[in-house]
């Protein structure tokens, strides 16, 4: 499910940022990540509908099977829009040459520049690959980390958040028999679980829709330092209250993080890619792609899924209750919220160098 997800988001990324001017790939971001709120929302409220108490549930053989037909049809709607929706054209063969005209005694001259262009020209290889890894820019380094930390606070809340509602708020027990009294109040909690990453998503596509207006009143550091922050109060109170409707009205702030997270470090990346020292930042002098780049930032994600697989379980025994993923939550988005404040680059001094148009042909004489 991760390789699929990851397949399918990454290529949007890089398509949108490649068809989209510098001026509107801000306004993409939003977009993109509206409507993966929007999406989101529609499917928890799937996952929230009780089916096994309608005659469709009944008849499609219960509340699994009525969610995954609906996911089966999603996907296969969107592979088919996905097919239609952008045409492929082949990429036309053709050699650039770099020439300058230089003006002496009245006569005009024409040469041929070689250098860099053939090594922006280089066919990508595994190694350069690598390379563009291990040598990244401090800028992109440090927005990595960041991203991580984010990811590593939303992922613990987003991966046992219903686990959450049914075993504290409803004081339900996965374990107990499928009869009793608490394995009903588990579900039912899961089922409320739903309703609030309902809510969550619908937060996260209406703050994505007004991020753009917010943008031009705040910078991107306080914006940052906003999404962690209510995230991590959000989180630490749900655990300090028993009231469903406070709980459930938190996950507003789930909602801010989640959006933060899908826009502001590609439009960070974006910028990054306006200052042709950080294009030009290789170790081997070969460009750096926006596309790798991109790649590295939704790593992050994957990275920080893997960490919360193997930490909460210890860490859920050692609390003893399902509070411990909250208060984990809680901590590391108080650290993402000091270290995007301190470490994360928000501007990258320009170049001294000149453009090529700019630089003088001939020096000294």
């Known amino acids: 499910m991760d390789f699929s997800a990851d397949s399918a988001d990454n290529p949007s990324h890089a398509y949108m ?3 989209c001017s510098p001026e509107d790939q801000d306004r993409g971001l939003n977009i993109h990540a509206l409507l993966g709120g929007l999406g989101g929302g529609f499917g928890y409220v799937v996952g929230g509908i009780n089916w096994n108490k309608t005659k469709f549930g009944n008849a499609m053989g219960g509340q699994l099977r009525v969610i995954y037909t609906f996911t089966s049809i999603t996907l296969a709607i969107t592979t088919v829009l996905t097919l239609i929706s952008i045409p492929e054209r082949p990429l036309p063969s053709f050699s650039k040459k770099k020439v300058a005209n230089i003006l002496l005694n009245g006569v005009k001259y024409e040469s041929e520049l070689n250098g860099s262009t053939e090594l922006s020209n ?22 990595c980390i960041n991203h991580f930390l984010g990811w590593l606070s939303f992922e613990g809340m987003l991966l046992f958040y219903t686990d959450f ?10 374990k107990a028999a499928h009869n009793s009294e608490e394995y009903q109040r588990y579900n039912a909690g899961v089922t409320m679980g739903c309703w609030g990453m309902c ?3 619908f937060s996260a596509a209406f703050y994505s829709a007004i991020l753009e207006k917010l943008e031009e009143h705040f910078s991107i550091r306080t914006l940052y330092f906003i999404a962690y922050l209510t995230f991590g109060l959000g989180t630490g109170l749900a655990t300090l209250s028993s009231n469903l409707y406070i709980i459930l009205s938190l996950c507003i702030t789930h909602g801010i993080l989640f959006s933060t997270l899908c826009i502001l470090p590609y439009s960070l990346l974006c910028d990054y890619y306006q200052n042709k020292k950080f294009v030009s930042s290789s170790s081997d002098g070969s460009k750096r792609g926006m596309g790798v780049d991109i790649s590295l930032l939704s790593c ?11 930490v909460m379980g210890p ?8 509070n411990g993923v909250m208060y984990f939550s809680s901590l ?12 994360v680059i928000y501007d990258i001094p320009p170049s001294g160098d000149l453009d090529d148009e700019e630089q003088p042909l001939l020096i000294n004489i």
């Open 300 to 310: 992050q994600y994957f990275l920080a899924q893997i960490l919360v697989s193997i």
């Open 165 to 174: 509602m049914g075993e504290v708020i409803f004081q339900g027990d996965p």
């Open 332 to 343: 590391m988005s108080f650290v993402g919220c000091f270290y995007s404040s301190l470490f």
């Open 315 to 322: 860490l859920t025994s050692m609390v003893g209750s399902a």
């Open 122 to 143: 280089r066919p990508l290889s595994m190694k350069l690959l690598c390379s563009s890894i291990c040598h990244m820019p401090k800028a992109l380094r440090n927005l």
């Open 199 to 201: 809510i969550y998503a």
């Open 17 to 19: 940022m490649d068809v």
